[in-house]
């Protein structure tokens, strides 16, 4: 069976950080599944995954507080309120080796417990999350941590969540992963966004704010290079920013403009970290689609 290209770029970053670490016995496979709790009274939860195995030990963390922001509380204006809820799960595991799963990624709820945009976003997201602890799991399968490097730094995968837009048309989320297995020279980390139309229902595509035809990857490629090479670690990492389609996959709608995310490695070595560039609507004006899900952000 081929592997997805998620299940490929988790492992390809797991074995790329595995500097050290030597073959040592298998671990048993592990499903660590994210789940939408059902809606609390609080608009704030604490949600633990399910226990995948006997020797697991569970551990609940509490929420960090929720600061209110134009994204945590019910949207003004719209027919159909919309809200984030936070939740939290963390487990961790030690049979035969000590390693941690942590989801910290919010629930979307909505004033209609049946709204069915608002369940189909939810069902990315939480797929999403599956795929990727999934894979973290499968990869300590194939490259066991050795066990000398027990009590030093112990393997663990999060997933973190960062909110943008919420508006009653869109809205965005990056998943802020990272991860690491016992014995490697260092963690890894990478992003994945998730960016919903409400009014067809669907995930969107970069292609779909602009109008049909328009080369939109030149002029937000070129932006990014102007603003990357004021930077003492672009040099050599070029063709990290070209105008692909793989380069721009990580975006997110603000109010400001078109963020790009950069993974570790992709405009710079490991030690400059993640990179973000806000591209301006008023640079893209010409090219959005005033009609389509990012047109109301031109106003």
């Given at each position: 069976?081929?592997?997805?290209?998620?299940?490929?770029?988790?492992?390809?970053?797991?074995?790329?950080?595995?500097?050290?670490?030597?073959?040592?016995?298998?671990?048993?496979?592990?499903?660590?599944?994210?789940?939408?709790?059902?809606?609390q009274a609080s608009a704030t939860s604490t949600m633990t995954m399910a226990d995948p195995?006997?020797?697991?030990?569970?551990?609940?963390?509490?929420?960090?507080?929720?600061?209110?922001?134009?994204?945590?509380?019910?949207?003004?204006?719209?027919?159909?309120?919309?809200?984030?809820?936070?939740?939290?799960?963390?487990?961790?595991?030690?049979?035969?080796?000590?390693?941690?799963?942590?989801?910290?990624?919010?629930?979307?709820?909505?004033?209609?417990?049946?709204?069915?945009?608002?369940?189909?976003?939810?069902?990315?997201?939480?797929?999403?999350?599956?795929?990727?602890?999934?894979?973290?799991?499968?990869?300590?399968?194939?490259?066991?941590?050795?066990?000398?490097?027990?009590?030093?730094?112990?393997?663990?995968?999060?997933?973190n969540a960062t909110r943008f837009a919420l508006t009653p048309r869109v809205v965005s989320?990056?998943?802020?992963?990272?991860?690491?297995?016992?014995?490697?020279?260092?963690?890894?980390?990478?992003?994945?966004?998730?960016?919903?139309?409400?009014?067809?229902?669907?995930?969107?595509?970069?292609?779909?704010?602009?109008?049909?035809?328009?080369?939109?990857?030149?002029?937000?490629?070129?932006?990014?290079?102007?603003?990357?090479?004021?930077?003492?670690?672009?040099?050599?990492?070029?063709?990290?920013?070209?105008?692909?389609?793989?380069?721009?996959?990580?975006?997110?709608?603000?109010?400001?403009?078109?963020?790009?995310?950069?993974?570790?490695?992709?405009?710079?070595?490991?030690?400059?970290?993640?990179?973000?560039?806000?591209?301006?609507?008023?640079?893209?004006?010409?090219?959005?689609?005033?009609?389509?899900?990012?047109?109301?952000?031109?106003?």
């Open positions: 069976m081929q592997r997805s290209p998620l299940l490929i770029m988790v492992t390809a970053l797991a074995t790329a950080a595995l500097a050290c670490a030597s073959v040592g016995d298998p671990i048993p496979t592990v499903r660590a599944t994210f789940t939408p709790a059902v809606p195995t006997e020797s697991s030990v569970a551990v609940q963390t509490r929420p960090p507080a929720v600061e209110p922001t134009p994204s945590s509380a019910p949207e003004a204006g719209s027919s159909l309120d919309r809200f984030w809820e936070d939740h939290i799960a963390s487990n961790i595991y030690t049979d035969p080796v000590t390693y941690t799963l942590e989801v910290n990624v919010p629930v979307l709820r909505a004033s209609d417990p049946g709204d069915a945009p608002t369940a189909a976003f939810n069902g990315i997201v939480s797929a999403r999350v599956d795929e990727m602890t999934t894979a973290f799991v499968d990869d300590l399968i194939l490259y066991p941590p050795d066990p000398a490097f027990a009590g030093v730094l112990e393997s663990f995968f999060s997933v989320l990056r998943l802020d992963v990272a991860g690491y297995v016992a014995g490697a020279a260092h963690p890894y980390s990478f992003s994945q966004t998730v960016n919903f139309d409400f009014a067809a229902s669907r995930e969107l595509a970069l292609a779909d704010l602009f109008a049909p035809g328009v080369d939109y990857l030149g002029p937000i490629s070129a932006y990014c290079i102007a603003e990357l090479e004021t930077t003492d670690f672009f040099l050599g990492f070029e063709s990290g920013a070209a105008p692909d389609d793989l380069n721009y996959r990580s975006w997110n709608l603000t109010d400001d403009g078109v963020l790009i995310s950069f993974d570790p490695y992709q405009v710079g070595p490991y030690a400059a970290g993640p990179q973000e560039i806000v591209v301006p609507y008023n640079e893209l004006a010409a090219l959005i689609d005033p009609a389509g899900p990012a047109g109301a952000f031109l106003n």
